[in-house]
C-alpha cells in the first residue's frame, strides 16, 4: 500500500500537461466564484459552473476521475496544489 501524502496522490494523478492547464484556469474560476457570489450570483454561478467544465475536460486529457471522487478533502488540496505551484514558479522552485 501506497504511503503517499494528499498532494503526493494529487500531483501523481495530475500528470497530463493539459489537465495541469485546465485546472491552473478552472480552480481559481471556482475559489474566486465563493466571495463574488455576495456582489452578483449570476456571474459567481458563471464562474462556478464554467470552472467546473475546465476541471472534467481536464480529467477527460488525463483519463481519470476527479480525485474527490474518492475523498472530498481533494476540494481543498486542488487550490493547495494550485497555490504550491504558483509559488514554486515565482520562487523558481518547482512542486515536488
Known sequence: ????????????DHQHPMNKLT?????????VSIPVVFWSWQWALALFVVGWIFQFIG???EGNPPSFFKNPIYLL??????????????????LK
Open 77 to 94: 488540496v486542488g487550490p493547495l496544489w494550485i497555490l504550491k505551484r504558483v509559488a514554486g514558479f515565482v520562487t523558481g522552485k518547482p
Open 59 to 61: 480529467h477527460a486529457f
Open 23 to 31: 485546472h491552473a484556469i478552472g480552480i481559481p474560476m471556482i475559489v
Open 1 to 12: 500500500m501506497e504511503n503517499l501524502s494528499f498532494l503526493e496522490k494529487y500531483k501523481r
